[in-house]
């Protein structure tokens, strides 16, 4: 009987171990390696900071995420690099950070965002892809160590590396710090770094235009949509 008994356990336990070990393992890891490619896109500096990203996740309701939304919405329409360009909005203004295969997606990039509901102006920081001069570290580990040297804590200000390039967008306490940021990507490794962040309380648009880094390879002036 207790032979028989750990036959029927056996059988019984048999398509439970080829679940588990078979092709549903596959489809589980791949959707976790979504997810943490996910976050780590959307919010990496959260990571090397620290902060918990899975609440990044909740959904955000603000006027500028809405905006961010209709801006992904015309970028993934463009398809190609356009689909890979990280829309981010502060205050009404909008960005576009990210790459274009040729002067003609650049030219789709600049209509498809060039009338969007509820935007003030529109800053296209795009970068010819393959333009990467030869550095030592990828984008990621340069936008890493430019969180870590400048201690960022906060979402009020995002750290953007392209092709090597940085970009740095958001709202800092005061110009001391934007400062700050700026010389740590330099020390960090970026090939040229670009600022549009404002000072907390400053209504004033950003002083990109001060910059003695080296230029960005494309990024247009700021323009007023049409109403």
Do not use: W
Not at 105 to 120: H, M, P, Q, T
């Amino acid at each position: 009987m207790r032979a028989k008994g750990l036959a029927t356990f056996l059988c019984l336990l048999a398509p439970m171990l080829t679940v588990l070990g078979g092709c549903a393992s596959v489809p589980l890891l791949a959707a976790m390696d979504v997810l943490n490619v996910a976050e780590t896109g959307k919010t990496g500096y959260d990571m090397a900071t620290g902060l918990n990203t899975r609440r990044s996740l909740q959904q955000d309701t603000s006027k500028d995420a809405q905006i961010e939304a209709r801006l992904r919405a015309a970028l993934d329409a463009q398809g190609g690099s356009l689909r890979n360009a990280v829309p981010q909005v502060s205050d009404g203004r909008a960005f576009v950070v990210g790459t274009y295969a040729s002067p003609a997606e650049l030219d789709r990039a600049r209509r498809a965002v060039g009338n969007i509901k509820g935007v003030n102006e529109t800053t296209l920081c795009l970068f010819p892809a393959g333009s990467r001069s030869r550095l030592a570290a990828s984008d990621g580990e340069i936008r890493d160590n430019i969180v870590r040297m400048a201690g960022l804590r906060t979402q009020e200000v995002r750290v953007h590396v392209v092709q090597g390039n940085a970009v740095i967008i958001g709202r800092v306490r005061s110009r001391k710090q934007e400062e700050h940021i700026k010389r740590c990507a330099r020390d960090a490794g970026a090939a040229s770094v670009r600022s549009y962040v404002r000072i907390a309380g400053d209504a004033s648009p950003p002083e990109s235009s001060r910059l003695a880094d080296a230029p960005l390879a494309d990024a247009t002036p700021p323009r007023k949509s049409a109403r």
